[in-house]
């Protein structure tokens, strides 16, 4: 019975470990008090050259609204994690967040803790 409990632990830390791996592209996050995740909303990502992905996909800023738009479609809740580059212009920036403002989607802003 304890070799069971013992392999059970050992599956359930490895799996948590695995799902907290969400996010492949690598930005340096601006740093502030609170933790933004959610594990049900889709990731929006504007890394150092100023290029866009959606959940690890790379997006022309053209296509943005479109692919944004039809990967939300089939979402109940309609909620986006914005992951910005620490150097990234508040204009790439604002663009996303118009495009969630004129579709009535919440943005949630990724940060690093503190």
Known sequence: MTDVVFLLL????IASTLA??????????????????NRRSIAVTINENNRYFIDGKRVAKAAMKGQLLSTLKAQEERVIV??????????????????????????VLAVDAQ
């Open 10 to 13: 050992i599956f359930f830390m």
């Open 82 to 107: 914005l992951r910005a580059q620490k150097s990234v212009p508040i204009d790439e920036v604002v663009y996303v967040m118009n495009i969630a403002n004129q579709n009535a989607i919440k943005v």
């Open 20 to 37: 907290k791996q969400l996010d492949t592209i690598e930005v340096k996050l601006p740093q502030a008090k609170g933790k933004t995740e």
